[in-house]
């Protein structure tokens, strides 16, 4: 139960996009990124390296985005995958499906589209459940 599997995020920021930025096309990084202000394109970190998306209550990601670890208090409209751990914060605002391994949602996330888990479907042993006919 207290096993944590999921590998240590970078514990700093090496790129910060700031308030009042633009950003039109895509971004490609590794290690830790924040932004405050606003993507329009997918942020997908580099595959085999560790990340972090840290996404600031201003913030706002209109495309997809591919991270290990990803902590979110602002806007993503767009499809997110979290393949190690997602951290939705109170001010949070997701439109687009979510596939994400470990989740953590504050009360006040709001979430419009669906949460896959990607541990489930790796999982072949799955039991069905009966309902009662009393």
Not at 33 to 56: F, Q
Not at 99 to 111: D, H, R, T
């Amino acid at each position: 139960m207290f096993n944590k599997k999921h590998s240590k995020p970078p514990s700093r920021i090496d790129t910060l996009i700031g308030a009042g930025v633009v950003i039109q096309g895509n971004i490609s990084f590794s290690g830790g990124m924040r932004i405050d202000g606003e993507v329009n394109g997918n942020v997908i970190a580099i595959p085999g390296k560790p990340s972090t998306l840290v996404l600031s209550e201003q913030g706002c990601v209109n495309g997809e985005i591919g991270v290990t670890h990803l902590v979110v208090n602002g806007a993503i409209c767009g499809t997110v995958t979290a393949s190690e751990y997602l951290e939705l914060h109170a001010k949070a605002k997701v439109e687009g499906d979510v596939n994400y391994k470990i989740l953590e949602i504050q009360v006040g996330a709001i979430l419009e589209g669906r949460l896959i888990n990607m541990n489930a479907a790796d999982q072949d042993n799955v039991v069905a459940l009966k309902t009662s006919n009393a």
